[in-house]
């Protein structure tokens, strides 16, 4: 395995621009996590994918957010029109659902995002 | 909703001394339990897990027992290295379906010092 891979690492972009960040998951892994993590807390759940299919969207996920699945692969996380409230690590997380660990999912290494 | 309370840090220990992290939740059902860690510069790593009551996680010296009856998931080691030194979360992942997401604790920061 060679881990889930998150790109960029890191991205400081100005107020109101647009951003969109790539997650690849462990290859055979079927379920696909977005999670947003400020300073001094823990990970939020923003949504998951099982597939290409987007099961669920947090509140916290607002209209700025969009995030696809477009072949069960590797997922992109957008935000428009970016706010200085949405500075945080972006992380992305995978697991194999109907799998031996199928509770267990693996984090990326993240995207730390700032906007300025 | 799930919800995890976690000890709250900082907390700095000396090497070889015993650790506790306490660590309760609430949610329905038979939810897993984990214990993730977060060493500098580095991104979240599963440090153990359970899946039912009156289960044993362990790995890396560290353990944790799964106790319903208290609602609790408390990370424990013997004898605490200046390696051990990261940030600590407890999380919780729903048994039903649909309910797949972890929920995380806010996190506790562990120093140990030489």
């Known amino acids: 395995d060679t881990g889930v891979s998150q790109d960029p690492r890191h991205k400081i972009t100005k107020r109101g621009q647009n951003v969109t960040f790539r997650c690849d998951p462990i290859s055979e892994h079927n379920r696909l996590y977005w999670y947003r993590q400020t300073l001094g807390q823990g990970p939020e759940f923003l949504t998951y994918f099982q597939n290409e299919a987007q099961l669920e969207k947090s509140r916290l996920l607002s209209d700025r957010f969009s995030a696809e699945r477009p072949k069960g692969s590797f997922s992109t996380l957008e935000i428009q029109r970016t706010e200085q409230g949405d500075s945080a690590m972006y992380l992305c997380?995978?697991?194999?659902?109907?799998?031996?660990?199928?509770?267990?999912?693996?984090f990326g290494p993240g995207t730390r995002l700032t906007v300025l | 909703g799930n919800s995890v309370t976690q000890m709250e840090g900082p907390v700095t220990l000396s090497e070889e001394a015993f650790l506790t992290i306490n660590c309760t939740y609430t949610?329905?059902?038979?939810?897993?339990l984990f214990w993730y860690v977060q060493y500098p510069g580095e991104g979240l790593q599963l440090l153990l897990k359970?899946?039912?009551?009156?289960d044993k996680g362990s790995n890396k010296g560290f353990e944790a027992t799964y106790r319903k009856e208290t609602t609790s998931f408390h990370l424990e080691k013997g004898s605490v290295q200046v390696s051990d030194s990261a940030v600590y979360f407890c999380a919780l992942r729903g048994s039903n379906f649909g309910n797949e997401k972890l929920t995380f604790g806010t996190g506790t920061r562990l120093t140990i010092i030489p």
């Open positions: 949610a329905t059902g038979y939810p897993s």
């Open positions: 359970a899946t039912k009551a009156d």
């Open positions: 997380a995978s697991s194999l659902e109907g799998g031996k660990s199928s509770d267990t999912q693996y």
